[in-house]
């Protein structure tokens, strides 16, 4: 992926250059194309950053901004306040749940927070499938519309071309803007959904309400810059899509991870899960010899007993295999997933090497015997539950009779 950083690179000084050069055209810097360029861009990137509340931000401002109710009715769906007011109340409920998550036990806020991750999915694939080519083709509409009355060439694949009074060439910038478009939405997008999961995994509301935090002080310094100044809201947008782009591998890795942990847990998976004698699915804690932290693969057994993790980086390229070190290896079961535990003779103590999705709970025993594993233990929530019960007397394990 880096090999292409060249072209990223270039795509996005088109965006700034087109923009700086609207915003220089003199009298009306609000109305050049280049400034109706670097508005969309910041739409773009502010909607990809928290998909719902940017779908719905937009909506609103342009509802607002339309004066008759002619005018409102001829808006675009996301902009009907049949859309963006139950988005914003949707949205501030998902505040009101972080803003509690400090005082809240995890347990009883993991349910919301996965509701929330296939909120971010869906609302994620619904603005990319229709708002932001909704917004680019607008965006084209306005860029031509205002060359043609400032007589100012319009940008078109790299190319300064003098817009028709008979002639609509908006078509043609919306059929080049709308991948570039999407392209840019979908990495800035993984990225900002990479809270989401991190929301899912972390053991403390504190730092859930401080990650929802960054991720809407990032949207609104977009927002923002873009309101004051379109020319600085494209190249803060510009940072933020090169940043993302570096952080896309990570974060495409953690989407995956909590797509598979959302669905296990909604479908109530578990109850009708089958283990494999071979090749079952899951995912690192670690790096393991050259595949990262929760790359998602299969853990094979050859005649040797050696244990095998295959995966296919990106999960289409070509499949790669590393070994898992068998050293201490234990299951360890919790209450939402469980994972297996290894030795690390270093540090002298038992570390995390792999993450059972949810479906496995109730299925550790088995997978031990399938992978010849030493045994099973109690981790996270369910081993602090045990130590309550021990603690109390209640359903404490006996001492073995003698003699």
Request: net charge positive.
């Amino acid at each position: 992926m880096k090999r292409s950083m060249p072209l990223v690179l270039a795509l996005c000084s088109l965006f700034f250059m087109a923009a700086t050069a609207g915003a220089a055209e003199g009298k009306k810097p609000a109305k050049t194309p280049g400034v109706e360029l670097a508005t969309m861009a910041s739409q773009v990137t502010g909607i990809a950053i928290s998909p719902l509340l940017g779908v719905s931000g937009v909506g609103a401002y342009q509802w607002a901004k339309a004066g008759t109710p002619e005018e409102k009715a001829a808006l675009p769906w996301f902009a009907q306040i049949s859309f963006w007011l139950p988005g914003l109340l949707l949205v501030s409920l998902c505040a009101f749940k972080d803003t509690i998550a400090a005082v809240a036990p995890p347990g009883m806020k993991k349910p919301l927070d996965i509701a929330e991750t296939v909120e971010n999915k869906v609302s994620g694939l619904v603005a990319a499938g229709a708002v932001v080519p909704s917004l680019v083709a607008l965006g084209s509409k306005l860029i031509t519309q205002t060359a043609a009355l400032d007589h100012a060439p319009v940008l078109v694949g790299g190319f300064g071309v003098l817009p028709l009074a008979a002639v609509d060439l908006s078509w043609l910038l919306t059929i080049l803007m709308v991948p570039l478009s999407v392209a840019v939405f979908a990495v800035v997008w993984v990225v900002g959904h990479a809270i989401n999961v991190l929301i899912l995994l972390s053991p403390w509301g504190g730092l859930d309400t401080a990650l929802k935090g960054i991720r809407t002080g990032v949207l609104s310094l977009v927002a923002a810059t873009a309101y004051i100044d379109p020319v600085v809201g494209a190249t803060l947008s510009v940072a933020v899509v090169i940043l993302a782009y570096f952080m896309a591998g990570w974060a495409f890795r953690l989407m995956v991870f909590g797509s598979v942990f959302s669905w296990d847990f909604f479908t109530f998976r578990r109850h009708r899960f089958k283990l494999l004698a071979d090749g079952n699915k899951l995912f690192t804690a670690r790096d393991l010899g050259g595949a990262p932290l929760r790359t998602y693969g299969r853990l094979h057994q050859d005649a040797d007993g050696r244990l095998l993790f295959r995966f296919r980086p990106w999960l289409v390229l070509p499949e790669r295999a590393v070994e898992v070190p068998r050293d201490g290896l234990v299951v360890g079961k919790g209450i939402f997933y469980s994972e297996v535990l290894g030795f690390e003779k270093g540090a002298d103590k038992n570390t995390t090497l792999l993450l059972l999705p949810p479906r496995y709970v109730g299925h550790e025993e088995l997978f031990a015997r399938t992978y010849r594993i030493n045994g099973t233990c109690d981790v996270g929530l369910r081993r602090a539950w045990s130590w309550l019960r021990e603690a109390f007397g209640f359903g404490g394990s006996k001492a073995p009779a003698t003699a």
